[in-house]
């Protein structure tokens, strides 16, 4: 069965950076698009960055552009999140995520705070 661990949030000063990771498990990573999308209280789900299976295409919301960075380790079957320069806005439940044959496969999302 497909399963996604995310790890690496916490609370952070505004300004500081974190990592986040996904380690993936029940298919075969390497053929497939990677997502990472966030949550704030009270808000809707929003895709934050994107990643092509092979790694060699990324893209992100306009939010975090020159912020963040996505990039995965196929022999690893990981996807990281970079985040760098956070803000208070940043401050949400992250959630990796993949899609597969017409379903949607979530973590159970780690927490991100940022607050000084």
């Known amino acids: 069965q497909v399963q996604l661990v995310e790890s690496g949030g916490g609370l952070v000063q505004p300004g500081g950076s974190l990592r986040l990771s996904c380690a993936a498990s029940g298919f075969t990573f390497s053929r497939f698009r990677m997502n990472w999308y966030r949550q704030a209280p009270g808000k809707e789900r929003e895709l934050v960055a994107t990643i092509s299976s092979t790694g060699g295409s990324t893209d992100y919301a306009d939010s975090v552009k020159g912020r963040f960075t996505i990039s995965r380790d196929n022999a690893k079957n990981t996807v990281y999140l970079q985040m760098n320069s956070l803000k208070p806005d940043d401050t949400a439940v992250h959630y990796c995520?993949?899609?597969?044959?017409?379903?949607?496969?979530w973590g159970q999302g780690t927490q991100v705070t940022v607050s000084s």
């Open positions: 995520n993949v899609f597969i044959i017409s379903r949607n496969y």
